[in-house]
């Protein structure tokens, strides 16, 4: 799962296993750190990028079993390098992480969907990825799926947060998406939802969607407490694109999420998930 995306689906629920929520904590505050320093403050480009080459070197150290020199970042490393050791975990989904944090301190334009999706599958997928090599799932069918889950979340994070990234001066929806629909920089600026926005969200939207069904089925095939943490996410996504339509796609004015009765409506469907996938 993308890691904007912890704030409507908790980390190390309850519904996780007691033996997961150690290393699934330190995947989280690794990934959460790192994303903080690309994106929080008011730091220069230059310096982000060279914090976040000290996360790569602590990163490889950690990965080969050594001490982190870096005091600062010591303590969130030995405790990574713990659950890499402890769950053979792959070490390319973390760098896959830094790249892209590192992609968004100077990219705040993409030219079209493959250009996006490229981006998702290093800042999204690999979150999603680890979890699967720590429930010992990592099947080439369930990767795929993780991974089409975890890019639809961090799509529909996009629908949610146009005025949000605007304000940072990124922009995460396709230019030719945009220039199909009739959109412009000053359209968002302006907060205008017009017919032509609420085409272009609309798209977007059954995008995510799609992604999100096509990846739906794993939460089946994982077992127990696993699937049904995934299924509540899985639901959650699903729940909070109904909410952007339901506001005529006005993600300006009020940011759709998840309140407290969308959690009942949420436990019922996941009953019910069959129907869902």
Same mark, same amino acid.
């Given at each position: 799962m993308p890691v904007d995306?912890?704030?409507?689906?908790p980390v190390a629920s309850l519904l996780l296993p007691p033996r997961l929520r150690e290393p699934v904590e330190a995947i989280y505050a690794f990934a959460r750190s790192a994303d903080d320093v690309a994106d929080e403050g008011d730091a220069p480009a230059v310096a982000r990028l060279a914090r976040l080459h000290d996360?790569?070197?602590?990163?490889?150290?950690?990965?080969?079993?050594?001490?982190?020199?870096?005091?600062?970042?010591?303590?969130?490393?030995?405790?990574?390098?713990?659950?890499?050791?402890?769950?053979?975990?792959?070490?390319?989904?973390?760098? $896959?992480?830094?790249g892209a944090f590192a992609q968004d301190v100077g990219k705040t334009r993409y030219r079209n969907?493959?250009?996006?999706?490229?981006?998702?599958?290093?800042?999204?997928?690999?979150?999603g990825r680890l979890l699967l090599h720590l429930y010992a799932a990592a099947t080439p069918e369930n990767l795929r799926r993780s991974d089409a889950?975890?890019?639809s979340l961090q799509l529909i994070n996009f629908c949610q947060d146009v005025g949000v990234d605007w304000r940072k001066q990124r922009i995460y929806l396709p230019q030719d998406d945009m220039a199909r629909f009739e959109i412009t920089e000053g359209d968002i600026d302006a907060g205008r939802c017009?017919?032509?926005?609420?085409?272009?969200?609309?798209?977007?939207?059954?995008?995510?969607?799609?992604?999100?069904? $096509?990846?739906?089925?794993?939460?089946?095939?994982?077992?127990?407490?696993?699937?049904?943490?995934?299924?509540?996410?899985?639901?959650?996504?699903?729940?909070?694109?109904?909410?952007?339509?339901?506001?005529?796609?006005?993600?300006? #004015? #009020?940011?759709?999420v998840l309140v407290r009765p969308d959690w009942l409506r949420l436990g019922w469907r996941a009953l019910n998930y069959r129907n869902t996938a």
């Open positions: 995306h912890y704030e409507n689906f996360y790569r070197l602590a990163l490889e150290a950690c990965a080969r079993g050594e001490v982190v020199r870096d005091e600062s970042l010591a303590p969130m490393f030995a405790r990574l390098g713990r659950a890499i050791a402890a769950h053979a975990l792959p070490v390319q989904p973390f760098r $896959d992480l830094l969907f493959a250009e996006l999706r490229d981006y998702c599958r290093r800042s999204a997928d690999p979150v889950v975890c890019t017009d017919a032509r926005w609420q085409a272009l969200m609309a798209f977007e939207v059954q995008r995510a969607r799609a992604m999100m069904l $096509d990846g739906a089925p794993l939460a089946l095939a994982l077992p127990g407490r696993i699937g049904w943490e995934l299924r509540l996410i899985v639901l959650g996504g699903l729940r909070i694109l109904e909410r952007i339509e339901a506001a005529g796609y006005d993600v300006f #004015r #009020r940011r759709p």
